[in-house]
């Protein structure tokens, strides 16, 4: 473990905020950009953050301002990874004393929750999604041995109460996006459809794209869907596309730095990504931070009726919600948008719009409040201004 | 025409003709869904596109709904209905968003276009005959001949694919002017100018993708799709049953029905009073657990004697897969119950279920490991010690066949090596190289990949169609019941062409099945037992007891023997050595049996 000199200076002025997280920038993902965006914006507490060593952390940590604790070690195993995560986390802690703990993924729970114990500090724990379904017993522990809990999405909150954790202490705070500094939109040649997932899980609906995109052809026969991200199901995605004779009509761009997949969000007419309820005990899309993405561009989106994307996107308003499972529908959906430019702008304007209340400054602040707020109120605190709602859009 | 195809459709009739540009299309049909109003051709509120359409569009439900947003106004509740709306809205591309089995034909009289299309696997038949800018379809291949009498005459190169395989490869027939459109394909016709052309417009995935996945999430994403499959398959306006055989793969139907049912699940089977194999036993163990309404039919031996030549007689091409006579009989027999029946078919070629593609990925595998030298030596070794059969298996087993041979006389019990001693003078001067050079050219390249699932793919494409689900198709529709199968489901074949070969080849079909059976319906201890038994048939004992009568007709006035197809002397040293019991032949003798009663019909010499 590569340990930093304790700090000296104590401000007492303001609470000590400990951030424990299994993923933060420069490796890339989705729970490593709320953990840092929650850490580099967070103003009113005194910061420091538990993370994973990884490729070029160093340089990034000098250059981010954050103070981040690198934990080294764990080999090739997840679980050992995690184990001297937590390990770690629980040692700083007996010299940072922090006053609350930020838990960014139930893996840190552990850690969390003994720093809680032995500190009687207050503890509030982050959830996404998927690791709920995956790990539902840990997400039970991770919920109860926390003061409150962040669920990305009113999807999330319920899958949180159905592991059996208690509904009272949940907060819905949707993720945050980046507002883009030039939203115009750039030229492209032909009608271009964006996916933009890893391809690594089948509730995304690449395969049902596929077979939408057969129907799509039928009228708008230059359309071209081009899909950012890559994974081990792509393999698998090309076959089927030309099983279905459309191979010709896909761009596979694979994982692309992110401004040339800015570029894509301001070129394409539209983001499509149907995801679906995934199959058994799993658990889907947690919020689906990529339509905000594309609102943020101006760009309407199609998405599953299903999960956290009902929170992202609002039914006809910033983009159209459908059956994911259903071909026909997703189809109609693209093409709609594709052939009534009127109607893809009036919803791209106000999934603009939208977006901006998204902008992760406003998401920092709802979570510091809430951060705060188990300060103040002591233990009832999260039971004083609990948030079964979404606290904006989704109404 | 129509009137040929009166089993396929006993309930109604009809014909729509453009007398301008002379285009005929007509429908009989079964009626199971709106029963009343699903008169056909169908046509579209201003008469200019007409459907007629053969089988079933499980989704049918969810596209009129979508067609009904769009705009579109709907006069009864057929899937015929839908399919014309559907054609209005996009054309050709439409097939990609039907789920089901279905043939059908759309007349479209603005552009005076015809659109035939045939389902992804091949559930449905359609044969067509096109000379000089005429086209003919039909769902069966009587009835294209009834209408041009001109083609009834045999291709000897079909009839020597139908002995190596017992059954005729498509896309040909076994008459010469006669094709059938390959599922997954459609077939765009111009009226004017008379030209058409042919596509796929869907393929089984070729190949396994090798990636980590964790058996958990595909076996829930399989559960998935396949109760999706089994309630959609469920929905009919008259009563629906499931064909039950005791193994694993109709258990599972009748498993989800029986979870998709309001009511007590109807269940069928079928047993023997002859032979070592019996499976009403397990079927009802697990009927009881189930708790259905399960019904037992007894094939009797006096059954069989009328039964067998009544049924391989009147299919409209040969058919040598005995089980389609056991399925006529529970077919015949659940139909007063049910007009609709679940079956397990495909399973076994979605999720490799044949252990034999685990034997031969094996041998491929050990092949390349032993030296040749060391196979002959072993054969010579054998030889010299007297045990001149084992030596004669052991080199074929070993020998370095390619792969596809092996499968080859695997599955056809090495047929084609007995072609010399039983073709007679018609047969003699076919090259016979050519019915392995035809399933080469299917099988396409091996190409890096396992043989496995090259050879899953291979039985996607051949024995499937062409021999699976004619019997399932003819059978069933002979007596007016319709078999609905559960496996054949878009998104759950996509799902299983998709998964890592070694995935299937660790028998991951089996623990899929395991994960997706609730607990206790087969007990776990008795699993490995459950074999591939699926309506097994005892045709051994069959030609030495009932059937003995009949190929003895057969070889005193037997068309394919007096027209010289096959030496009478040849299969009367069989029939001898099989009904003395020193020999099994019903490998050979089932096949000619079945062309023999067959052929005599298609020359009108039945009941001669």
Known sequence: MDSMAPSVSRLRERPRLLILTPDFPPAPGGIQVVAHRLAAGIRGLQTEVIAPDSPGAAQFDAASGVRVHRVRGGGGLRG??????????????????????????????PAAAAIRRARGSRTVQYFHAEEIGAKPRLAAFAARHADASIAVSAYTASLIAAAGGPPERVHVIANGTDIPSDPAPRPVDRPTILTIARIEERYKGHDVMVRALALVLAKVPDAQWVVIGDGSLRPGLEQLARSYGVADSIRFLGAVPDDQRDAWLARAQLLAMPSRLPAGEFAGEGFGIVYLEAAAYGKPVVAGNVGGAVDAVVDGETGLLVDPLDPLAVAEAITRLLQDGELARRLGAAGAARAQTYAWSRVVERVEALLLAQLDGGAGAADGQRAREPEHGGS | MCATLRHRGPDDEGVHSDVASGVTIGARRLAIMDIDGGHQPLCNEDGSVWAAFNGEIYNHPKLREDLRRRGHRFSTNTDTEVLVHLYEEYGEAMVHALEGMFTFAIWDQRSRRLLLARDRFGEKPLFLHEHDGELLFASELTSLLEVKPQLRELDPYAIDAFFVFAY???????????????????????????????????????????RRESFRSVAAEAKLLFAESVRTRMVADVPVGVFLSGGVDSTLVAVAAAEASSQRLKTFTVGYDTGAVNETERARAVAGRLDSDHHEVTLTQADVAERAPAVLSRLDQPLGDRAA???????????????????????????????RYRWLERARRLQSALPEVAVRSLGGVLRQSGRVRQAARASARLAPTPVLERNLDWVTSERRHRREALYGPRLAQLDRGRVLANLATQAGELDGGTAARWLMHLDQVHYLPDDVLVKTDRASMLVSLEIRTAFLHAGLAELAGSLDTSMHLAGAGKALVHEMLPPGIIPAARFGRYRKTA????????????????????????????????DRHAAEVLVREHTASTHDHSDQLWPLLALGLWADRFYGLDGA
Request: aromatic letters at 8%.
């Open chain 1, 80 to 109: 050992g990874r995690n184990a001297l995560l937590n390990a770690a986390a629980l040692k700083h802690a007996l010299s940072f004393r922090p006053d609350v703990t930020l838990s960014a993924h139930i893996v840190t729970s």
């Open chain 2, 325 to 355: 006579i056991p399925l006529h009989a529970l077919s015949e027999f659940a139909r007063p119950r049910v007009t609709v029946a679940l079956g397990g078919e495909g399973a076994d070629e979605l999720f490799g279920g044949y252990p």
């Open chain 2, 535 to 566: 309506f097994r048939v005892p045709a051994a004992e069959w030609l030495r007891g009932p059937l003995a009568p009949v190929m003895s007709r057969q070889l005193e006035h037997g068309v394919i023997y007096r027209e010289g197809y096959f």
């Open chain 2, 168 to 210: 005729v490869p498509g896309p040909g027939t076994i008459v010469p002017g006669v094709r059938q459109l390959p599922p997954g394909h459609l077939l765009s016709w111009e009226r004017d100018g008379g030209v058409s052309r042919e596509r796929s417009w869907w393929a089984p995935p070729e190949r396994g993708v090798r």
